[in-house]
């Protein structure tokens, strides 16, 4: 469609006044930047005898009420249209309600399957959603409707979140040459041109000459720089959006959220207020707000290189064994990255799982355990999770690859690679750590569903099958893996700092592996079939005799589960979850009175990554009840990385065995978890913690806990008397 002139504008407006405008001529008069004119137009509309006319006009006035109002007595009428539902909805998901938006538009294509904005309205559900679907729903629209321009619009939107940069191009020039006002599409372009370091102002010029105040294709750009972890970036151009269109609430309430993952808290309370108060409600905004709120709950503890946010109810537990972890990996990513970061880590621990989850809203393929923000990182607290689902230790290590990362190439890297070497890290600090093939995995490996390396990207931000996001972890941390066995881990760093020279992963894979992406995948593909070929081969089989496994120890026949379960393990060695052999075995073991067996078995769960908290500490109980205290302390201290917090009996278990074994700074480190953990006994674990001071030499540490445990129990006599002793030895030291 071509502009109009002013003077057409005002005859169409006229028209509109006298006769019931098109709806679509009052949005194309604001989108090309005539507000008042397109005021007028709606007002007009909401005057019509038609109460879907009256809908869009009260919608286009922005009076949401009256607009469901109206579209509400439009489609009960007995001559109502596919496209009023269609339009009903694309109200609703622009008003936050994604489900009744859905039921909508499949309503519509109920009564009419050829409307294509039933289906764009489809595509923008799922695309909010990350649920794989939009394409598909697009190619449908377009199929119905080809002279639509903002099916290619979000065509290109998508491909871009998916790194197609080709694509997006195209796609963006197929809704350029359908519109002359295709503004998200050359917010597109421009979003391109920034991701590939080069100047976008040819593109905003052009946007400008549509309509300079069209706020929403700088908050689209923003948007495709934040999905590219361009953070600080995409705050620029959320700015831009509300600068040109000071009322675009979704960019202020956007901003706030960029503000907050930068680790700011002042500017993004404002700006999320600003838009909650103008109406401005998602659940994105809503929840930001309440985590904001939510701070006030939260310490912080800092050093030179470290900012700690937990929670008041577990900052002392969980500081020492975060703030001790977090310097161990700073060296050695240090070491290994050749580099520092340039100001102290922010690590926030959050033991409310929905609070983690609203600082990942809207974050495809991330944010199952932590999430990192340049130098920001977000996790859940272990406490968060059911025992046994998670380790802080290996998510920490994780995150913080990402701020290495992020940092040494500028954000400029595929989200595949980062992912990858992040997983690669986490095995690389432990064995027990690296990411274990699970089932959906297995299964992606036998119907051979990995995707090319230079497609990778898609498989973590479109997936195509519910398990693609998981597979591809896997995926891209193994193909970390095998870069570093056969190139050696210094490829991997080289690799980092070429993707931040924004080379593309077919350019990097050749000119740091010296072979072509396509060779790579090969050797890929070559190299993990030999690992896992077999095993994927036989998965249905091995589930089977698993299940029959699980049927033998419910019946007790133990003879059965001791006799097949080696086989069992052999054919999927790697699997700790649920229903294990591991631990059926162990419990035939158990029955039998078996101590030696249980604790062979348990160790190689251990060995294997297993980490059920309760199935680790009887295999402690086991290896101390042997004579081996060294064995039941790796033990017990691999729980710590697992589930530290509301187990009072862990920490005084493992603190009595280190002291035992004279590793006093280990033991203090228990005895003040303990301690931490509010127990019940207050005196004796202060008296505990006194005596490891003590004999660690730190006498007025001593003192002060013994005091500490007379304040609870003054009559405490082993107290008495070791504070007495405390006063007679001479000499104090700290
Ligand atoms: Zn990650």
Redesign the pocket.
Known sequence: MKRLAPVAICLVLFAALEAGADPGECWKLRKDGHPAQAQSCFTGLTRSGDAYSRAEGFWGLEQWEQANEQFRLATQAPNSKALYKARWGMLLHERFNDADAAGLFREAIAQDPTNAEAYVGLAMVSADGFDGKAIQYLGKAMELDAKRADTHELMADLALANDDRDLAASEADKAMALENDALDAMAIHAAIELLADRSPEAWFAKMQAVNAHYGESYARVARQLELHYRYEDAVTYYRKAIEVEPNLWAAHSALGIDLMRLGQEEEPYRELELSYNNGYRDAATVNSLRLLDSYKNFDTIRDSTTILKLNKSEAALLSPYMQTELHTILATYERKYQMKLPGPVQVEVYPNHEDFAVRTTGMPG?GALGV?FGEVVAMDSPSARKPGDFNWGSTLW??MS?VFILTATNHRVPRWF??GL?VHEEGARSAEWRNRVTPEVLVALRDKKLLPVGKLDRGFVSPEYPAQVVVSYFQAGTICDFIGQKWGEEKLVDMAHSFGKLQTTPQVVQQDLGIAAEEFDRQYLAWIDHQYGTEAAHFNDWRERLKAMVVAVQQKQYDTVLQQGPAVLAMYPEYVDDANVYELMAAADRARGDAKAETAILTAYEHQGGQMPEVLKRLAALEEAAGQPAEAIATLERVNYIYPVKDEDLHRHLGDLLYAGKQYDGAIREYRARVACNPVDKAGAQFNLAQAYFAAGQKDKAEESVLAALETAPGYRPAQKLLLELQQTPGKSN
């Open positions: 991330l990192t994780h995150e990402h980062t992912e992040a």
